[in-house]
């Protein structure tokens, strides 16, 4: 049985080879063997590894930065400086890296490790959203941090800065 296409698909699919040669174009097809409407999956840019690692660097310095801004809040005291507004900001962001950083591993480094930022992922958002309660002492704040890094450092060995001994980034214990 072939694929059936109507004229108006056909129109579709000879635009969409045009316009995107090299991509594939899937077509689901319902019970009678005609198509539905097409779907577009485009080709590796040849960009995913320069993408995947500029978001590993935004990951790895927002993890930094935010750590930063919990050792300058003092427990027990008013945050007047916004400390864990940029906190939360900074947390945002790697965040957001993270979710990239899905698709960008998915196509370089395959489904494990984008599983592994979809993890990521999940443990930033959360740990955000605790975040934006107010309720998070600058202690447990540089701890949870602490472990999102190790974490991020575990499968990207790469940024791994816990043998640092110059600086004031300590290693998780």
């Known amino acids: 049985m072939g694929l ?5 698909q056909g129109q579709l699919l000879r635009v969409l080879s045009l316009a995107a040669p090299a991509a594939i174009i899937l077509f689901a097809l319902n019970r009678t063997g005609s198509a539905r409407a097409p779907v577009l999956i485009p080709p590796p840019s040849g960009k995913e590894p320069a993408f ?3 978001n590993k660097d935004e990951i790895f310095t927002n993890l930094l930065h935010t750590e930063g801004h919990f050792k300058k809040l003092s427990s027990g005291k008013p945050d007047t400086e916004g400390y864990m507004n940029c906190a939360v900001k900074h947390m ?17 480094n395959g489904s494990e490790m984008s599983g592994r930022f979809a ?34 450092e575990s499968f990207n060995p790469e940024y791994d800065i816990s043998k640092c001994t110059a600086c004031s980034v300590e290693p998780i214990k």
Not at 92 to 108: F, P, T, Y
């Open 119 to 152: 993890k990521l992922h999940d443990d930033m958002l959360t740990f955000r959203h605790e975040l934006m309660t107010g309720k998070v002492t600058p202690t447990i704040g540089i701890e949870r941090t602490r472990q999102l890094r190790h974490d991020f």
């Open 52 to 54: 995947l690692v500029f």
């Open 4 to 8: 059936m296409l109507t004229e108006q």
């Open 92 to 108: 945002a962001d790697a965040e957001g890296h993270a979710e990239e950083a899905i698709g960008h591993s998915l196509v370089v």
